[in-house]
């Protein structure tokens, strides 16, 4: 089945500066990558996600970019906030036409921005 | 607004009491997800539904049954809770099997006495 490694388990940045959080997956067949924020005694929020026929995709502060030949993918960061403080988690998931998708979690990163 | 609603927040029971957690969504969504998330891990995907057909998953234990009666509702139930068993379990849906975006209620914390 897959499995999908996370680096690193805590990042701390000071406010203002970017912070980088990256993912690799087993499975060729991944074709869908979301990421999530889960903020304390809350369940995981989707923050962005990206298919496997795109390389980038950009919403405001947040990023992901996607190397399929590698098999990993990062979310990227800017302008960190204190409330950009949670814990991210990244997914992979096979989405076809035959089965429910389901996610194949990471291990999380534990991101704070200290002021 | 539309969402994904778990009741209650906080659970308690004793050992070997069963108990359930239920989960309801105003999306409308075709699937519906129940996840067991223990303390600095990550979700684990217990089991789904996609409408009425259930999927379980390989490794989750017999102790761990669902039942979704409508489209709205889904509920955990726990049969012989053991010590182990204390967890957030989060509920989550996707608008359709191809969707891929899951979204996710805030869990319900379970501990057990």
């Known amino acids: 089945g897959e499995n999908v490694e996370q680096h690193p388990s805590t990042l701390s940045v000071q406010e203002g500066d970017s912070a980088v959080i990256k993912c690799t997956y087993s499975?060729?067949?991944?074709?869908?990558f979301p990421w999530y924020k889960q903020e304390l005694g809350k369940g995981p929020q989707l923050i962005i996600d990206?298919?496997?026929?795109?390389g980038e995709k950009k919403d405001q502060r947040i990023a992901v970019t996607l190397n399929k030949t590698a098999k990993h993918f990062s979310l990227h960061i800017t302008e960190t906030q204190p409330e950009d403080s949670a814990v991210y988690f990244c997914?992979?998931?096979?989405?076809?036409?035959?089965?429910?998708?389901?996610?194949?979690f990471g291990t999380g990163t534990r991101l704070q921005v200290t002021l | 607004d539309a969402m994904v609603i778990q009741n209650p927040r906080y659970q308690v029971t004793q050992f070997g009491k069963p108990v359930t957690l239920s989960c309801s969504q105003t999306?409308?969504?075709?699937?519906m997800y129940w996840y067991q998330q223990k303390s600095s891990q990550a979700p684990k995907l217990l089991f789904h539904?996609?409408?009425?057909?259930?999927?379980n998953e390989a490794d989750t234990p017999d102790n761990f049954q669902s039942r979704r009666p409508n489209t709205s509702f889904c509920f955990l139930d726990i049969r012989s809770p053991g010590l182990g068993d204390a967890a957030m379990y989060l509920c989550?849906?996707?608008?359709?099997?191809?969707?891929?975006?899951?979204?996710f209620g805030d869990g319900t914390r379970l501990s057990i006495l």
């Open positions: 999306l409308n969504h075709n699937v």
């Open positions: 989550a849906t996707s608008r359709h099997r191809t969707a891929g975006a899951q979204h």
């Open positions: 539904y996609y409408d009425k057909d259930f999927n």
């Open positions: 499975d060729s067949a991944s074709n869908y």
């Open positions: 990206i298919r496997s026929n795109v």
């Open positions: 997914a992979a998931s096979i989405i076809n036409t035959g089965t429910a998708s389901k996610l194949t």
